[in-house]
């Protein structure tokens, strides 16, 4: 007993030690349940009702999860990012954003939803959260022109509390409003998609041109939506605008949370890549980020 208590008495004064030596140490712990906002949509992009789990194949990284379990987020609370892009390259498209945003965000959102807003250009302009929608327009700025720190804005926005503080279901989402265009960010695409995956938030985009034609961001912009579960948007005018906004309210509303606990003894490596396909419904489109992270 003594030597036991002896040994216990060590690890706490060799622990002890190195937190007195290093304030900033963390231990880590592997991931032990997952959690997948999922998008469920029919070959006409219309959200599918009722989806069961027995439509669904889930595999991680190859391996099918035959235990999982599928609930309904309808009623879950929503925490909703708002970017704006005030740069240079996006000045013309500005007034179409304006007039479409602060129109249909009402609809979008519910008394126990949350709003983060951010205007950025090669920094943060305005970071505010609101009360209700209808504060948006009272809080939106005019174009500050200048350079595009996207990759920055898009991290920052990730790690702030309104995504990190709440352990209670929900679904997190950013709306995004910029040409893709970055030219001043420190950190880069991968490190922003990374920091969305972590935090469980699906980046929604919306970019102004010509639909048939290619701009430069659009690629980046499709990588950020691909990669974790929402959904990219190029439109013309403002009713393009509203109507991206429309599609993005249906798929909060009628999307549904994928839980599972893989084992400890399978997890390899930092990111674990999740495949969810239709079991059976040909007609089933499903959507939802790439994968997880095993370290938190």
């Known amino acids: 007993m003594k030597r036991t208590f002896g040994r216990v008495l060590l690890v706490l004064i060799f622990v002890s030690s190195a937190y007195a030596a290093d304030p ?22 219309r959200p599918w009702p009722g989806l069961a789990a027995s439509s669904l194949a889930v595999a991680d990284e190859g391996r099918a999860i035959s235990e999982f379990q599928l609930h309904s987020a309808n009623d879950l609370p929503l925490q909703v990012g708002v970017l704006l892009d005030l740069s240079d390259s996006t000045h013309g498209s500005w007034p179409a954003v304006r007039a479409a945003l602060t129109q249909s965000m009402e609809g979008l959102l519910r008394p126990s939803d949350q709003i983060l807003m951010i205007t950025f250009n090669s920094r943060i302009q305005t970071e505010r959260v609101l009360a209700e929608a209808q504060e948006l327009d009272e809080s939106l700025p005019a174009p500050a022109g200048g350079l595009t720190a996207l990759y920055d804005t898009l991290y920052r926005a990730c790690e702030h509390p309104l995504f990190s503080g709440d352990l209670e279901p929900h679904r997190s989402a950013l709306i995004l409003f ?8 420190y950190r880069g695409l991968a490190d922003a998609i990374a920091s969305a995956q972590k935090s469980g938030i699906a980046i929604y985009t919306i970019t102004l041109h010509k639909p048939h034609q290619w701009h430069r961001g659009d690629g980046v912009l499709h990588s950020m939506a691909s990669a974790t579960g929402g959904n990219d948007f190029v439109v013309s005018d403002v009713k393009g605008v509203q109507a991206a906004l429309q599609t993005i309210h249906e798929e909060l509303r009628n999307s549904y949370l994928l839980y599972y606990r893989p084992s400890s003894g399978e997890i390899r490596g930092d990111f674990r890549r999740v495949e969810i396909l239709p079991a059976r419904d040909a007609g089933l489109h499903l959507r939802t980020r790439s994968g997880y992270y095993a370290k938190p």
């Open 178 to 185: 910029s040409d893709g265009k970055d030219n001043m960010s």
């Open 24 to 45: 900033n140490l963390t231990f880590h712990s592997r991931v032990n349940e997952v959690r997948l906002t999922l998008i469920a949509t029919d070959s006409q992009g």
